[in-house]
C-alpha cells in the first residue's frame, strides 16, 4: 500500500506570496492532520479534516488554511507569506480519527523557504 | 507549561546500553501516547503507541505509560548506533489533535 505522499517536495517563496501544498493519504485513511516543524518550536499542530471538515484547529494565523476533498486529498494554503512561514510541512493520515490508539502515519514533507 | 515536554537532550549512551526516553503531559484527559523516531532531514516514524497504563514491549523497545504521575518513557535496549535520531513523545488528548514534544536527541556511540 502506498504511503502518504506530499507535494512538491521542496518550495522557495518571497515574502508577500502565496504558497499551496498537497497531501495524499493513505488509500482508505480518511482523516488528515497538518503540521509545522520548525528548529525552534517542534511539531506544531494546524489542523485536521475527516471527511471535507475541519475538527481542530491550532494556533496559527488566519493566513493559514486548508481543506480536503472527497477522495480525502488535503491542501493547504498560506498567504502572504512571511519569513518566519519557513518550516517543513507535514501531513499524516489515519484511517478513522485521531481517537485513542488511532496511529498517524507521516508524509515525507514540504520544505519551505521563504526568503 | 508546555502540554507535552521532553528533555532535548543530547542523549548520549554507547552501543548495546539501554537508552531511556522521557516524556511528560499535561492533560489528565490525555487517552493515547506515542513514539516517534525522526531521522535527520526525514519524516516522523511511529515506533509504538500504549493507551494502558503499564508496560508495552516491541522488540527491543518498551513504552511505558503512567497515568497518575502523567509520564510516559521510551526504553530502547540494546542501543545500537542506527538508533541515533530524535524521538519525539506524542499526546492525544482527544478533539481531533496530536500534541508533540519538542523530541530528545539520541546519540549512539559505536
Known amino acids: 500500500k502506498a504511503g502518504v505522499t506530499q507535494t512538491p517536495r521542496y518550495l522557495i517563496k518571497t515574502r508577500g506570496q502565496q504558497v499551496t501544498l498537497s497531501c495524499s493519504p493513505i488509500s482508505g485513511h480518511r482523516s488528515v492532520s497538518w503540521y509545522q516543524q520548525t528548529p525552534g518550536q517542534g511539531l506544531q499542530f494546524l489542523f485536521e479534516?475527516?471527511?471535507?471538515?475541519?475538527?481542530n484547529k491550532g494556533n496559527f494565523p488566519g493566513r493559514f488554511s486548508g481543506r480536503q476533498f472527497s477522495n480525502s486529498r488535503s491542501e493547504m494554503n498560506v498567504s502572504t507569506l512571511e519569513l518566519g512561514d519557513s518550516a517543513l510541512y507535514l501531513c499524516?493520515?489515519?484511517?478513522?480519527?485521531?481517537?485513542?490508539?488511532?496511529?498517524?502515519?507521516f508524509g515525507p514533507g514540504t520544505r519551505l523557504l521563504v526568503l | 507549561q508546555k502540554e507535552v515536554e521532553q528533555n532535548s537532550g543530547p542523549l548520549s549512551v554507547p552501543e548495546g546500553a539501554i537508552a531511556s526516553l522521557n516524556c511528560t503531559y499535561s492533560d489528565r484527559g490525555s487517552q493515547s501516547f506515542f513514539w516517534y523516531r525522526q531521522y535527520s532531514g526525514k519524516s516522523p516514524e511511529l515506533i509504538m503507541f500504549i493507551y494502558s497504563n503499564g508496560d508495552k514491549e516491541d522488540g527491543r523497545f518498551t513504552a511505558q505509560l503512567n497515568k497518575a504521575s502523567q509520564y510516559v518513557s521510551l526504553l530502547i535496549r540494546d542501543s545500537q548506533p542506527s538508533d541515533s535520531a530524535t524521538y519525539l513523545c506524542a499526546v492525544n488528548a482527544g478533539g481531533f489533535k496530536t500534541i508533540f514534544g519538542a523530541g530528545t536527541r539520541l546519540f549512539v556511540k559505536a
Open positions: 479534516y475527516f471527511s471535507e471538515t475541519q475538527r
Open positions: 499524516a493520515s489515519s484511517f478513522r480519527d485521531t481517537g485513542p490508539g488511532e496511529t498517524q502515519y
